[in-house]
């Protein structure tokens, strides 16, 4: 059975852990293998990238192995050639699938009609890959994750719930205020409770960052909510992470936003290009993480 990365909760708590001080160990050696010598991973990319696509495919290569990255425009599946049998077919040629896409079911009949591991990178429902490099983020500065309070400010997205699973597995507490209607989910929120994760969901954003460590947000209308950009606006006002929130969060805290950003609206200028920002390190991390991700599925 191939190992697929679809949720953070693919992995068993101790991997999860384990993750985190591998990445660590690959970024501090700059790391190279031979793990994916002679492999190809297949890149099937539906929605934009900048981060994720450039980490992936340079951590394929400092694996060893070789990406292909395509997209439905250039390919057959814009002309409606069932990712059944794109799935059949890439299995034939590929070691693996590395894909961004809309609702997380393309990635189900990728695995159910495929024979090679699925990678998630990023849909509708999560962004595992961000977030366990988020998480490395937090670990290089905070190693002590039970002790923190991190706070997620605006849309209950992708990025919200891969927050929730990882919630679960580091025991940090994870204070999250969104509006009426754009929660996360709430069968994830209720699963990770149940397991005993310290979720808090509010509609105020002081409370989420009051004496916080970390102080999270991502762009309100997410790939695929472009049109609702002007109503969403009008939704998460009183939402933008400026100096004035940063100000109730713990003096050393710190922000963090898996960009692209949008200046002024989720994020103040201010606080994206001011020292608690730690949004490039983040986004460095992507590459370590990807290779920690790729070397599990493949071992
Ligand atoms: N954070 C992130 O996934 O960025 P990209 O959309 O550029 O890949
Ligand atoms: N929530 C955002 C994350 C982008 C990396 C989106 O899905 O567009």
């Not at 002679?38 to 900048?50: D, L, N, R, W």
């Not at 050639?81 to 894909?99: F, G, H, Q």
């Not at 009051?210 to 472009?226: C, F, I, K, L």
């Amino acid at each position: 059975m191939p190992k697929h990365f679809i949720s953070i909760w693919d992995l068993s708590s101790d991997e999860a852990h384990a993750l985190l001080a591998r990445a660590l160990e690959m970024k501090r050696t700059r790391h190279r293998g031979t793990i994916l010598d002679g492999k190809v991973a297949a890149m099937i990319f539906e929605k934009a990238s900048t981060r994720t696509r450039m980490s992936f495919e340079t951590a394929v290569y400092h694996l060893g192995g070789h990406p292909i990255f395509m997209t439905p425009r250039e390919s057959q599946l814009g002309r409606s050639e069932p990712l059944k049998d794109t799935a059949r077919v890439l299995s034939r040629y590929n070691d693996c699938l590395i894909m961004r896409t809309f609702g997380q079911e393309k990635l189900d009949v990728f695995m159910q009609y495929g024979s090679i591991p699925v990678i998630n990178a990023l849909t509708d429902e999560g962004h595992p890959c961000q977030v366990m490099s988020d998480m490395l983020t937090v670990y290089e500065r905070t190693p002590d994750l039970r002790s923190l309070k991190i706070a997620w400010i605006g849309d209950g997205n992708n990025m919200a719930n891969s927050w929730m699973e990882a919630a679960l597995y580091f025991g940090f507490e994870l204070a999250l205020a969104c509006p009426q209607g754009d929660e996360p989910c709430k069968t994830l929120m209720e699963r990770a409770g149940k397991g005993g994760a310290r979720i808090v969901l509010t509609r105020d954003p002081k409370e989420a960052a009051r004496n916080a460590d970390y102080v999270n947000t991502d762009v309100w209308a997410s790939m695929g909510q472009e049109e609702e950009q002007k109503k969403r606006e009008q939704a998460f006002a009183g939402y933008c992470v400026d100096a004035a929130l940063m100000s109730l969060a713990k003096p050393d805290a710190r922000f963090m936003h898996c960009l692209p950003a949008h200046r002024g609206e989720e994020v103040s200028e201010e606080v994206l290009e001011g020292p608690q920002s730690i949004v490039f390190d983040e986004a460095e991390n992507r590459l370590h993480m990807q290779k920690a991700i790729l070397e599990w599925v493949f071992s």
